[in-house]
Structure formats: C-alpha cells, structure tokens
C-alpha cells in the first residue's frame, strides 16, 4: 500500500517558509505505507508543478533538483491565492516503478492525482492481462488504469467529475483512497472508501 498526504492553504501569505518542514514531517510519516518512490504535486492559479522520482522518499529531500523545484515553485506562488499540495510515498504492488508513468502523481489529459489501495477488479478486461508479470516494465499499475478509466468515463457521460467519479467507483472493486485535481473543473476531490481519511483543519 502507498502513503499520501496534502496541504490546503486559503493564502499562502505567512506559511511559505513553513511548508517545506510540513511536507518532509508529513512525507516522514507516510513513509511508513510506502518506500519505492516520491511524488509531490503542487496546485495554485490554474498552473500544476509536479516532483516524482523512483527513490526512497528519505533520500529525496537531499537532492538538488527537489531543492530547486521546491524553492522556485514556492517563489512563484501569489500569496493572495489558495494553494493545494498532495504528496505521495509509493510501495509498488503492481506496475513497475521504472516506467514513469506509474508513479504518482498520476497524469492524465484532464487528471492529476494520486491513490493509493488495491483494484482487484480488472479495469482492462482482457484474459491476456492474467498472464502477464505485474512488476513487467510495460504494464501500468491499478493506479493509472484507475485515473485513465476515470477520464474516459468522464469524457463519455459528458457530466461534472463528481457524477462521473461516483458512478465509476460504483463499477470497480477494490480499496482506494484518492485526491485529484480535475484540471477542467480546477476542483480537488478528495475521497476514500476504507475509511482512511484524516485530516486536520485549522
């Protein structure tokens, strides 16, 4: 299973300094769910800069390029303006960690997003699919088929994400605990059907 974990800010105005602390104090207790890999997605003004890398998310905030991308994305940020950040800490059970594209955040056309949990359902109903090495280099985790039917889905019905999310979870089986912006819609939907979502509001 995977750990994930997020911030929203109304305004970033007096919490720019503190964010990086709250992200390795949040990603050092996801950690624990999770040590394959290291993703960090950052929402403000319309605009996504994501962070991912296939190492143990300990070592990740002693490289440079996660420096950098922290230092110039926080400059950047309008402090008048909301800001959401969702991280993720990664334990590979299916997909390997080598393709990007299997590593969270998870990218779409429309969605950026992480999950964590298991789909048992197939999501490809193919027979081939029970055949092949889940850790194979070409085969996608539960996580993209999940994020990648979900758009498709939503492209289909023509309908806000929310219906369209709650009529596709209505179909697959399986563990899941989400947070994803819709990039069409600019909202952040958040959910969970194994009762794991714990939040702070302050």
């Given at each position: 299973m995977c750990g994930i974990f997020g911030i929203h800010l109304k305004k970033i105005k007096n919490f720019r300094n503190k964010i990086d602390k709250d992200i390795r104090i949040l990603s050092k207790l996801?950690?624990?769910r999770g040590q394959d890999t290291f993703g960090l997605l950052i929402s403000s003004d319309n605009k996504e800069k994501i962070f991912k890398v296939n190492s143990d998310p300990s070592e990740v905030f002693k490289r440079n390029d996660y420096k950098n991308f922290m230092k110039s994305s926080l400059e950047n940020l309008n402090e008048s303006l909301p800001v959401s950040i969702i991280g993720q800490t990664?334990?590979?059970?299916?997909g390997t960690k080598f393709l990007s594209s299997n590593n969270q955040p998870i990218?779409?056309?429309?969605?950026i997003g992480v999950h964590n949990g298991i789909i048992v359902q197939e999501l490809n109903k193919s027979s081939s699919s029970l055949k092949i090495n889940n850790e194979g280099y070409n085969v996608k985790s539960d996580s993209l088929n999940f994020f990648e039917q979900l758009e498709k889905k939503n492209e289909q019905n023509k309908e806000p994400i929310i219906k369209s999310f709650i009529d596709f979870i209505s179909e697959i089986d399986g563990n899941f605990s989400v947070a994803f912006s819709d990039l069409k819609e600019q909202i952040l939907l958040i959910s969970s059907n194994c009762g794991s979502l714990y939040y702070f509001n302050d």
């Open positions: 996801s950690r624990k990664r334990l590979v059970t299916n990218i779409t056309a429309n969605i």
